[in-house]
């Protein structure tokens, strides 16, 4: 019961939830892109996947210096998977994120990852001109 409880916990954050649906919808993401789809930090999708993963509900491979993230294939999470699938059907915001992670995975896995630390050292430029 506890593995359980750790996994609603875990999925009770809107972000971590979007990150499992995502994850549902792909084989497997990197950091970057998951950082690209909830636009937000990449230090904030580090917090969340590590709730996810100290959850049980998704494992990451390391390759180089690339950190790929997947659903655990856990059968004791399956009906709870098929339940979220059922009960997120209709979400507007969950439909949205399909849509952008699509156009993120039609992008090379690198080149993303290259633009995204870019546009990050951009907008920290901004941000400390603007201070």
């Not at 709730?51 to 399956?78: F, Q, S, T």
């Amino acid at each position: 019961m506890e593995r359980m409880l750790a996994a609603l916990k875990a999925l009770a954050d809107r972000n971590r939830l979007r990150i499992v649906a995502a994850l549902d919808g792909a084989d497997e993401l990197c950091a970057c892109q998951i950082t690209g789809l909830l636009a937000v930090t990449g230090a904030t999708v580090s917090r969340h996947l590590a709730v996810l993963e100290r959850a049980g509900l998704v494992n990451k491979r390391r390759a180089g210096r690339w950190i790929w993230y997947r659903l655990a294939a856990a059968p004791r999470y399956e009906d709870l998977l098929i339940w979220l699938r059922r009960a997120t059907a209709g979400d507007r915001r969950l439909a949205a994120d399909r849509k952008t992670l699509a156009k993120i995975l039609a992008v090379d896995p690198a080149d993303y990852c290259r633009r995204q630390r870019s546009n990050a050292g951009l907008a920290c430029a901004r941000t400390e001109k603007n201070r």
